[in-house]
């Protein structure tokens, strides 16, 4: 096990190097002047030389190769740099905002899982039924629907028209927080959930007819039993791969639902810093979904293993 995680730590070494030289190059190739954001309305009384200045101070004079080899360096010693806009420590920006980040997406994550193992193994066993076709057809709505456009409907049900919870932003209490919490997790959840149980049915409906299934029924062992014990693990693998293969897409759909219901992460940091060309902010942002993806995928690696241990071997 031990070298298997090591071998895996390994080739993830010119993943991390690829995605914060690709950030770097399409994070300048944004249109836009960030020294015109920091000044704002006085940016058009700004001379050529008080511009050129407040670049110097920044480092954007510098040739975009000498920008660029100090950005790794200071990456490799911990230090991400500072806002433009704000003039505070990247670092500090988005560990102001990554713990609300990480909680709307593991309460999303759970909603998933929570809803579309049940209903997909129901809907494989039921097979046919109508069933089926009400759980199937209830995931191809929620694939073929744009979550932002759920978000906004939620809204408006639960918050403009009932008024049961809140619209935008993040409660102060524990209970005005699980309020909040609850419009983006549901909304965001739909990114997965529609794939996920279509994918659970699909994986069950592969091991039912497997002579270790129908061994295990022949010897009377309990329908439950056979369920949890011989069917779902090895349906896991798969499962696995679409949640894990997809978090990305979910990653992406929290910078938009943080941005729709106000929520304060590093979604909503990052969409903002890009308006205004904060370069900083945005690649630290961009480093750090990307090595939330990076450990995920860590993490399934190690769970392949432990679920078939052939893995290992590869």
Request: proline fraction near 5%.
């Amino acid at each position: 096990m031990k070298t298997f995680i090591i071998r895996r730590l390994i080739l993830l070494i010119p993943i991390v190097f690829g995605v914060m030289t690709l950030t770097f190059i399409l994070i300048h190739a944004i249109p836009g002047d960030p020294i015109s954001v920091i000044a704002g309305e006085q940016s058009r009384q700004l001379t050529p030389e008080e511009r050129d200045r407040i670049a110097e101070s920044l480092g954007l004079n510098d040739p975009l190769i000498v920008q660029y080899v100090r950005y790794i360096g200071n990456l490799f010693r911990g230090d991400m740099g500072m806002s433009i806009a704000t003039r505070a420590p990247v670092s500090y920006e988005i560990a102001e905002r990554l713990p609300d980040t990480l909680m709307l997406t593991a309460s999303s994550m759970f909603i998933v899982i929570l809803l579309s193992l049940p209903i997909g193994i129901i809907s494989a066993l039921k097979r046919g039924t109508w069933i089926d076709t009400v759980a199937m057809t209830t995931a191809l709505i929620g694939v073929s629907m744009p979550a932002f456009w759920f978000g906004i409907m939620l809204m408006l049900l639960f918050s403009l028209t009932l008024g049961w919870l809140p619209t935008v932003g993040q409660g102060k209490t524990t209970i005005d927080y699980i309020k909040s919490l609850i419009l983006p997790s549901v909304t965001l959840s739909m990114v997965l959930l529609g794939l996920v149980t279509r994918m659970v049915r699909s994986s069950m409906l592969e091991v039912l007819n497997k002579d270790y299934v129908r061994t295990a029924h022949a010897k009377g062992l309990r329908n439950q039993f056979v369920i949890l014990r011989h069917e779902l693990p090895n349906a896991l693998i798969p499962i696995l791969t679409v949640i894990t293969g997809q978090f990305a897409n979910l990653l992406g759909g929290v910078v938009v639902i943080e941005t729709v219901f106000g929520w304060p992460g590093i979604g909503r940091l990052t969409v903002n810093s890009v308006f205004r060309r904060d370069y900083q902010v945005v690649t630290g942002a961009v480093l750090i979904f990307s090595a939330i993806v990076i450990i995920i995928s860590l993490i399934t690696d190690i769970l392949y293993s432990i679920i078939d241990p052939r893995i290992r071997l590869q």
